[in-house]
């Protein structure tokens, strides 16, 4: 399997991120974070980004109001109509339906994925769309055809240094694997790619706390680990596959449409009560 990397520099990030924009009825469309576009008619963001817009099921999700994904430099543009999560961590997989020419021909471009948690000193550098808004959405809020969007869309790009990482959870904080950075991270970006000097994946944008401390000469954010999203399940068909059954996404890296190093050495165990033990062998 090849591995595709992210080239790591600003003229790039912009091939495999959207903006995630969401509406109620009667009431405009804003920008609530960020997603990856991993690969036809998947993407991943952050739970906590679209947790508020999809029925309450942690596992899986009809999503009940309206919610798309949308790239800027293209036009391409994405109904999300079915999201995956775990209660292992901060991330979520959006089922997305193409809405316009642009999207059912988007090309995509697979980022090449690093399980492992960064170590400290290891720089880092983010990518999210902040101070950003939808002007409009061409046939209304209330419909499925959606075709043209207008929006003021701000990419911002932060580097940073791994601070350390927490290979179970960050006590207090996060009950997840994450790693915590010096980079400055604004609400919309939440749900963007972290990635490596080498331009793998190795998080996602999650949060940013205000520590009580003497020394606030640098930002305290923390990224949430990309191992545990390899647990979540998903029922159903994806462009280029025939699996219809509930499979982890892990098998999405097994048969080549999600780029994974280290991949053959995950193993998922289901343990009871719906829970499940992920772990390197």
Known sequence: MTLVRMPNSESNIHTAISPVFAWNDNKSPRVVGTAILLGPCLALTALHVVEDFVCRNRQEAEVNVNVAVY??????AWYVRRTWATTHTDAAFLGLRPQNDAAKNFKWHRVGINLHLPKPGEKIFAAGFRHSKIDDVDEGFNQEGITVVKASLSLQTVNGTVRESYGSKHEGHLDFPCFQCNAKFDSQMSGGPVLDESGYLRGLVCTSFEFD?????????????ILPVMAIKIDRTLPELNEVSPYHVLDLARNGFLPVMGHERVMITDLKEGRTRIEFK
């Open 213 to 225: 401390s003497t020394d606030m000469s640098e930002p305290v954010s923390f990224v949430a680990g």
């Open 71 to 76: 790239h800027a430099f293209t036009g391409a």
